[in-house]
């Protein structure tokens, strides 16, 4: 089992930047891609972005440029930098790890991008 718990969403303004946190906890060690997916409302749940544990990431076209994944395998931690933040990208986020067979999800965090 993998525990997942994000943190680091809020409220800010069109523009602005926000740094989102995940710490997994539980069977760390069989964890492979851990990702950052979001889900708007009346939206399906999206991938946003993604690293694989030796830190290959791949993005959805709507972030590329102003999002970053990152992944600090000494702290068990993925983030995700997000800058030039737009109204559209206001979501729940969700951190994700997989494992070779199992997919586990955070409780997810609300980002709101509002003036």
């Known amino acids: 089992q993998v525990q997942l718990v994000e943190s680091g969403g809020g409220l800010v303004q069109p523009g602005g930047s926000l740094r989102l946190s995940c710490a997994a906890s539980g069977s760390i060690g069989s964890i492979g891609v851990m990702g950052w997916y979001r889900q708007a409302p009346g939206k399906q749940r999206e991938l946003v972005a993604r690293i694989t544990s030796t830190g290959s990431t791949n993005y959805a076209d709507s972030v590329k440029g102003r999002f970053t994944i990152s992944r600090d395998n000494a702290k068990n931690t993925v983030y995700l930098q997000m800058n030039s933040l737009k109204a559209e990208d206001t979501a729940v986020y969700y951190c994700?790890?997989?494992?070779?067979?199992?997919?586990?999800w955070g409780q997810g965090t609300q980002v709101t991008v509002s003036s």
């Open positions: 994700n790890a997989d494992t070779p067979f199992s997919r586990y």
